[in-house]
């Protein structure tokens, strides 16, 4: 592997013609295999960076430290190139509820989201869910799934209280081809709520 | 940087990159808007806007260059809004994204659906 500073790292530069960035975000709780995800489908090795935000206390505008608490958010991110043009950005974002302060100020504009559960821990989930019905994000939730599984898939959807609209699907996030299905899963389903919608109008 | 390093970042050496401010236009920049450089670096510019300005030399996102850097978003915002301001970098805004809540439109979508096909 390659032991170069992150200077000097071999990094894949975009087309000269990359103009136009796109976003899906993986949402699931730690350890669900979200960065794993991003890895099996990004043209570039996965990235860290992170957000702070301050909220200042009321009443305080000496500028001191005193009265602001800082909200940091630490996610993971790959990409793909989908054209000359067009590079759709692909987040690994976790479903804390701290992180849903950062939600508009990150990932507005993004296409949709895929929310990425394990099936021993359901519940981390519920909140992940309500919180992007809340701010209207279409999204689907997939399934990581290495060995047997210990529940159908319609009991998962029971167990999450999921709209029979929204897609259920298994995928093993370790592997390209079914992560791939992921994010055409997704995409599909964006598509047909958008079709639809222009059909009503 | 590592992530580590940053976790042990002296705020101040962050209120010392961006010269304390924050910044009004900061919110036009997004995430995934992509960042090139207009020209080279100059001698005597602040360290961080030479290697903004190396690393944009191909289109780069704005998230990447926070990775880059090891530096927070809202902090990389800052430094790239002084860059834009004299116009040694120019910004290429998302385009198809939908806005607000709205749906992200059909051909837009079918692109994204060719492009992940062809993975």
Not at chain 1, 86 to 95: E, I
Not at chain 1, 116 to 140: C, K, M, N, Q
Not at chain 2, 7 to 26: F, K, M, Q, W
Not at chain 2, 68 to 92: F, H, M, N, Q, W
């Amino acid at each position: 592997m390659d032991s170069r500073s992150s200077d000097q790292d071999v990094r894949t530069p975009l087309p000269s013609t990359a103009r136009d960035g796109l976003k899906i975000v993986i949402v699931g709780g730690f350890g669900v295999g979200k960065t794993t995800m991003v890895g099996s489908v990004s043209e570039i090795r996965p990235l860290s960076t992170e957000e702070t935000m301050t909220q200042a206390g009321v009443g305080i505008d000496d500028g001191a430290s005193h009265g602001k608490t800082t909200t940091t958010v630490a996610f993971d991110f790959g990409r793909i190139s989908l054209n000359e043009h067009m590079v759709l950005y692909l987040f690994g974002a976790p479903g804390q509820e701290r992180f849903w302060f950062l939600w508009d100020r990150l990932f507005a504009g993004t296409l949709g989201a895929v929310v990425l559960v394990d099936t021993d821990r359901l519940a981390d989930s519920w909140y992940s869910i309500d919180r992007l019905e809340h701010h209207g994000t279409p999204f689907i939730v997939a399934r990581n799934n290495f060995g047997e599984p210990k529940h159908s898939l319609d009991q998962v959807r029971q167990a999450l209280d999921l709209a029979a609209d929204v897609p259920l699907i298994d995928c093993d996030a370790r592997r390209r081809d079914s992560a791939k299905d992921v994010l055409l899963t997704l995409v599909d389903h964006l598509f047909a709520l958008s079709s639809a919608r222009e059909t009503a109008s | 940087m590592s992530r580590e390093d940053l976790h042990r970042e002296d705020p101040d050496r962050l209120y010392t990159v961006t010269g304390g401010r924050s910044r009004a236009n900061e919110s036009a920049l997004d995430l995934v808007t992509l960042i090139v450089s207009e020209g080279d670096p100059v001698p005597g510019m602040q360290s961080e806007h030479v290697k903004i300005l190396r690393l944009c030399r191909h289109p780069t996102a704005m998230v990447e260059v926070a990775s880059e850097l090891g530096l927070p978003v809202s902090v990389v915002k800052i430094l790239l809004c002084d860059l834009l301001d004299t116009g040694r970098v120019t910004a290429r805004h998302p385009s198809s994204a939908p806005v607000d809540t709205d749906l992200p439109d059909l051909e837009t979508l079918k692109q994204v659906l060719v492009g992940l096909k062809k993975l």
